[in-house]
C-alpha cells in the first residue's frame, strides 16, 4: 500500500528530553512537510523539505530540528528548547510545491 | 508572511441546513486547496482550485476561488451527520522563495444536529 506512514502515534516524554518524530512516504513525493495542530489553531508549518537534502523553516520551527537525508524519510526532532511541546504533530507530503498534500495519522505528543 | 485567515471558528447547524465557510489569503495565491478532517483523524484532500473565478462541485459541496486569487469558499447545501468536522482551506504561495509553500486556515468545526 503506498502511504505515509507516522510513528508513533502516541508518545510521552519527560520535559527536557529531545525525542524525534518519524516519518516515512512511499509515493515517491519530493515535497514533504511537518505542521503542529493545537485546538482552535489550525495547522501550523514547521519545516518543509522541497528536495532531498535541503529544507526550510516554516512559520514556528522554534525549538525543532530536522533533516532530509533520504526522499522517503523526513524526521522531527522536538528538542528542549520548544517551549511547549504538547501537540499533535502531522507529516505530509506532496509531488511537488503547492500540490495536493497527503497526511500521516499523526503523533499526539504529550511532555510531563 | 502569508497569512491565511478562516472564518467562522465554529458552526452549529441542524441536518438539512446549509454551511459556509471563507478563506482569506494576504497575498495571491497560486492555488486553494481544501481538506477536511474528521474528529480524531487527520486532513484528507477534496479539491484544489487554480483558476481565478473557478467554481467546482462535489455532490453537495461547492467551492469557489475568488477573481484575484486571494479568497475561497467552500458551500455545503443540504447538511448530513456525515459532515460532520473540521474544514481548513490551505493557500499556495505564488512565488518567491516560499514558492508553493502551504499556509493552512484555523479551519471551521462544522457540528451537524439531526
Known amino acids: 500500500d503506498g502511504g505515509i506512514t507516522q510513528s508513533p502515534k502516541y508518545l510521552f516524554r519527560k520535559e527536557g528530553q529531545n525525542v524525534t518524530l518519524s516519518c516515512e512516504q512511499n509515493?515517491?513525493?519530493?515535497?514533504m512537510y511537518w505542521y503542529r495542530q493545537d485546538p482552535g489553531q489550525g495547522l501550523r508549518l514547521i519545516y518543509y523539505?522541497?528536495?532531498?537534502?535541503?529544507?526550510q523553516k516554516g512559520d514556528i520551527a522554534e525549538g525543532y530540528s530536522v533533516s532530509r537525508e533520504k526522499k522517503e524519510s523526513f524526521p522531527l526532532t522536538v528538542t528542549s528548547a520548544q517551549k511547549n511541546p504538547t501537540a499533535f504533530y502531522l507529516c505530509?507530503?506532496?509531488?511537488?510545491?503547492?500540490?495536493?498534500?497527503?497526511f500521516g495519522q499523526g503523533t499526539r505528543l504529550t511532555v510531563v | 508572511g502569508q497569512q491565511v485567515m478562516q472564518i467562522p471558528q465554529y458552526q452549529h447547524v441542524q441536518e438539512g441546513e446549509d454551511f459556509t465557510t471563507y478563506c482569506n489569503s494576504s497575498?495571491?495565491?497560486?492555488?486553494i486547496q481544501w481538506y477536511k478532517q474528521r474528529p480524531g483523524g487527520h486532513p484528507v484532500f477534496l479539491i484544489q482550485l487554480v483558476k481565478s473565478g473557478e467554481v467546482k462541485k462535489q455532490k453537495r459541496l461547492t467551492f469557489q476561488f475568488g477573481e484575484a486569487k486571494k479568497n475561497s469558499s467552500l458551500h455545503i447545501t443540504a447538511t448530513q451527520t456525515t459532515d460532520v468536522g473540521t474544514y481548513f482551506c490551505?493557500?499556495?504561495?505564488?512565488?518567491?522563495?516560499?514558492?508553493?509553500?502551504?499556509?493552512f486556515g484555523q479551519g471551521t468545526i462544522l457540528t451537524v444536529h439531526p
Open positions: 490551505a493557500g499556495a504561495n505564488a512565488g518567491g522563495t516560499s514558492y508553493g509553500k502551504l499556509t
Open positions: 523539505s522541497q528536495i532531498v537534502n535541503d529544507f
Open positions: 505530509a507530503s506532496s509531488s511537488g510545491p503547492g500540490t495536493e498534500a497527503f
Open positions: 497575498t495571491t495565491l497560486s492555488n
Open positions: 509515493l515517491n513525493h519530493d515535497a
